[in-house]
């Protein structure tokens, strides 16, 4: 298991950015794939953003792709979400994930992120 705390989050305006970090407890970080999900309000849960553990191999929700980035630095225990040009649609408590397998089977307890229009 990891601990996961997210920070980063806040009030934005419509085209403006934020950049949300996590950072993971323990010493096997290089050993998680990790990833970013967001829940807007009456909303599921959905799958923002992904990265690999050694950062080469990322994935994006399609809405999301040339706006936002993920990134990670091990040597910090800690992953990135650069969010840019951000849209009033990416309103939403962002959570931080790891998984060593199939399941995201570790969170963060979140960080809102709200967009005004």
Request: proline share 2%; net charge positive; hydrophobic share 30%.
């Amino acid at each position: 298991q990891v601990q996961l705390v997210e920070s980063g989050g806040g009030l934005v305006q419509a085209g403006g950015s934020l950049r949300l970090s996590c950072v993971a407890s323990g010493r096997t970080f290089n050993s998680y794939t990790m990833g970013w999900f967001r829940q807007a309000p009456g909303k599921e849960r959905e799958f923002v953003a992904g990265i690999n553990w050694s950062g080469d191999n990322t994935d994006y929700k399609e809405s999301v792709k040339g706006r936002f980035t993920i990134s990670r630095d091990n040597a910090k225990n800690t992953v990135y979400l650069q969010m840019n040009s951000l849209k009033p649609e990416d309103t939403a408590v962002y959570y931080c994930t790891a998984r060593m397998g199939t399941l995201w089977d570790n969170w963060g307890q979140g960080t809102q992120v709200t967009v005004s229009s």
